[in-house]
DNA sequence: TAAGTGTACTAGCTCACCTAGTACACTTAA
DNA sequence: TTAAGTGTACTAGGTGAGCTAGTACACTTA
């Protein structure tokens, strides 16, 4: 379902966090789907429970997952944070044609190479 | 000539790397220029000036400026550089098209947001 | 000779990240 | 009722990155 990698500098919670969006995001996790117990995915990528509970705290943070005590964490029914995911990366893609325009790269360019060989 | 981001969480050397290397690719600062000195850059900064020779050693490393010790640092005349860092450009918009594609974004809304209001 | 330069150390501090362990309240199923 | 599984909240400690402070030395230039 997930897997770390070690050689990301990115901090091991943030990486789960990442993907566990993605999941969520993309519909690979359904609204009201049961996601894994915090020892459980704990046990499968064989890190400490607290660093997956750290990420699922920053997913109910933002509205991606709700909690039930005793019972475990379930999918939000997603909505306007699909809006949000958006201008995440419309953001980003603003940084990087901003990055382009400094080093003489014109929106043009960034154009073709989309849809070119560009991955998508 | 630099401004250091201390909400930013990436490092200071690596921000001031970033910087320096920009200047350099963008011609504000022309080959055999003279860098201003460790120590000079670290007063300004109110930083150590380890810190300012990591950010230099890393330039140098890369090829952007060259060492004349004794008598600083020099900015380096770049060729290949630029079809370096273009590649990088691109790498991150690839990077960015592929977080799109999980999100349901097509590459034509990307279009469209780069001749629109994207920041360029 | 003195000032300025790069460079290379050692030492220590702080903080983020992660692990280990324990404890407690809750829910569910046997 | 009981046992197992759940989230949650602690404390304690290890590790490494990043940064500072200080010192030292070889080099160049005025």
Same mark, same amino acid.
């Given at each position: 379902m997930?897997?770390? =990698?070690?050689? =990301?500098?990115?901090?091991?919670?943030?990486?789960?966090? =990442?993907?566990?969006?993605?999941?969520i995001l993309n519909g690979a996790?359904?609204? =009201?789907?049961?996601?894994?117990?915090?020892r459980t995915m704990a046990m499968e990528l064989s890190i400490n429970p607290n660093t997956i509970q750290r990420s699922y705290s920053e997913l109910e943070r933002q509205g991606y997952i709700y909690t039930v005590k005793g019972r475990g964490n379930f999918v939000s029914d997603i909505g306007k944070l699909r809006e949000e995911y958006r201008k995440e990366i419309f953001n980003r893609l603003d940084e990087v044609c901003a990055s382009a325009g400094n080093a003489g790269i014109t929106g043009e360019e960034l154009i073709e190479h989309i849809r070119g060989g560009g991955k998508q």
């Amino acid at each position: 379902m997930i897997l770390i =990698d070690y050689k =990301d500098s990115r901090p091991i919670y943030e990486q789960i966090f =990442d993907k566990l969006r993605l999941l969520i995001l993309n519909g690979a996790l359904k609204a =009201d789907e049961k996601m894994p117990s915090v020892r459980t995915m704990a046990m499968e990528l064989s890190i400490n429970p607290n660093t997956i509970q750290r990420s699922y705290s920053e997913l109910e943070r933002q509205g991606y997952i709700y909690t039930v005590k005793g019972r475990g964490n379930f999918v939000s029914d997603i909505g306007k944070l699909r809006e949000e995911y958006r201008k995440e990366i419309f953001n980003r893609l603003d940084e990087v044609c901003a990055s382009a325009g400094n080093a003489g790269i014109t929106g043009e360019e960034l154009i073709e190479h989309i849809r070119g060989g560009g991955k998508q």
